[in-house]
């Protein structure tokens, strides 16, 4: 498809024009075009979840249309209007996450930490990944009863911590890690499997396509499409398909929502003024299969013990099987959920730096994110929004940025490439 250039009118490739079709000089305002609009698919799946939980905010639909039409030709490319523009969706960002969070909660119960298992138990199985707590409801509600277990992968782990969905019995479990090892888990996996969310990968020819499911806006080519809540099609799936054997395997604690954090907050800060704990790191983001990303594990496994590890969204999955043990009862390793639960890490570091009377940039907090895709650019303009400065992000820093952008974000909020585990401990704890 041809394209062309929103100044000059010239095909795309052309002399003066960039790839992105805004001429060359203009490259730094499709920088940051370019991001918000990355950064608006990932406001929109969370507005959507919140959505089908009957929560909206009227302001979150009011941005999606003007940010769009603010990358239309009949505007002013100016690099500050655009940059303010960006930084407004961090804002929205950071709104919609709060209403996701308070419709998870009114509707789900608050979470209290839990330890979930990995193995599995003998009898028939469906395995649900994605993001979508009602799907989950609606599949543990429809297969009550009827000899079914239920198990969770990826980002659907937090969900053992909600009142309302641990209460069923038959939720067994969690099985597998990341969305990236989905085709080698799904394949050993006998039952059906339901993809709430877009976190999946096309399955290998003649792998477990005719036990694949989707719900919502994801489809795959050949799976069946469940609609209006009826999973009649993955029950009678699951009863006809082998049963899983009964398999030990490790336990995962997932569950520390900021209300559960907050719950102890006075532990955690007579165990930094007592020197018990001399450091907070965030570890977690998006994962993928990229080269490089073992650095996270790295990270992880070399910060001192008397540290605490907050986690969060399937980059967890890096080392959220590890032993980390705990600092007088506090645990090392602290799940605060799915990636929309940055909200949750917010409302932390927000009440410890109040209880510490300086701002959370001063706090000792080091943020390290791994990123993938477009709910974990939003998530990093809502922080920069906030003013955190500092944040390490990795393995790469996103392709589409150009220098002058990445500059003005060094220079304004600090932001830094990963370099290695080593390096950036000491630089860390040297804060």
């Known amino acids: ?54 929560y909206a905010d009227p302001e979150v639909a009011e941005f999606y249309s003007r940010a769009l039409f603010s990358t239309l030709t009949n505007v002013d490319f100016d690099l500050q209007s655009q940059l303010k523009l960006v930084l407004e969706c961090g804002r929205i960002n950071f709104k919609v996450m709060e209403v996701l969070d ?52 990826g980002e659907m782990l937090p969900a053992h911590g909600y009142p309302q969905l641990k209460k069923f019995k038959h939720l067994a479990g969690n099985y597998g890690g990341a969305w990236q090892n989905q085709k080698k888990e799904f394949a050993t996996f006998p039952g059906p499997i339901v993809v709430t969310t877009n976190c999946v990968q096309v399955p290998p020819k003649n792998s477990y396509l005719d036990r694949l499911y989707t719900t919502g806006p994801v489809e795959v080519p050949g799976a069946v499409h469940v609609t209006g809540e009826d999973f009649k099609q993955v029950i009678a799936k699951a009863l006809a398909t082998p049963e899983l054997t009964e398999k030990p395997g490790k336990t995962l604690t997932t569950g ?5 954090i907050l719950s102890i ?128 992000l990795g393995p790469s820093l996103p392709a589409w940025i150009t220098p002058n952008v990445l500059k003005v974000l060094q220079d304004t909020y600090d932001l830094k490439a990963i370099t290695t585990p080593e390096a950036d401990l000491v630089a860390m704890l040297g804060k």
């Not at 119960?109 to 707590?133: A, C, E, N, Q, R």
């Not at 890096?318 to 705990?326: A, L, T, V, Y």
């Not at 932390?348 to 650019?377: D, G, H, I, R």
């Open 102 to 153: 308070k419709a998870n909660t009114e509707h789900f119960g608050l979470p209290v930490p839990t330890p979930v298992p990995t193995g599995t138990k003998k009898g028939h199985g469906i395995l649900v990944t994605g993001h979508d707590f009602l799907d989950l409801q609606e599949i543990l509600k429809q297969t009550e009863g009827k000899g079914i277990n239920v198990y969770t992968h």
């Open 265 to 392: 907050a006075d532990k955690i800060v007579d165990a930094v003024k007592k020197g018990q704990i001399k450091h907070f790191f965030l570890i977690g983001g998006c994962d993928g299969a990229k080269p490089g990303r073992n650095y996270f594990t790295e990270l992880a496994l070399m910060i001192p013990k008397d540290c605490v590890i907050l986690t969060l969204a399937c980059g967890k999955y890096r080392f959220n099987d590890k032993e980390f043990g705990d600092i007088n009862g506090i645990p090392r390793l602290i799940d605060v959920g799915q990636c929309n639960n940055a909200y949750s890490a917010v409302k932390v570091a927000v009440a410890l730096a109040e209880v510490f009377k300086c701002s959370v940039n001063e706090l000792p907090l080091s943020l390290v994110l791994s990123w993938y895709e477009q709910k974990a650019v939003a998530i990093l303009l809502s922080l920069l929004y906030l003013g955190v400065k500092g944040i390490r």
């Open 256 to 260: 520390f929502h900021h209300t559960a």
């Open 1 to 54: 498809m041809t394209m062309f250039c929103n100044q000059c009118e010239q095909t795309s490739g052309g002399t003066g024009c960039c790839s992105t079709g805004v001429c060359g000089k203009n490259a730094d305002v499709a920088s940051l075009q370019d991001t918000l609009i990355y950064a608006l698919k990932g406001v929109a799946a969370y507005d959507y979840h919140a959505r089908r939980l009957g």
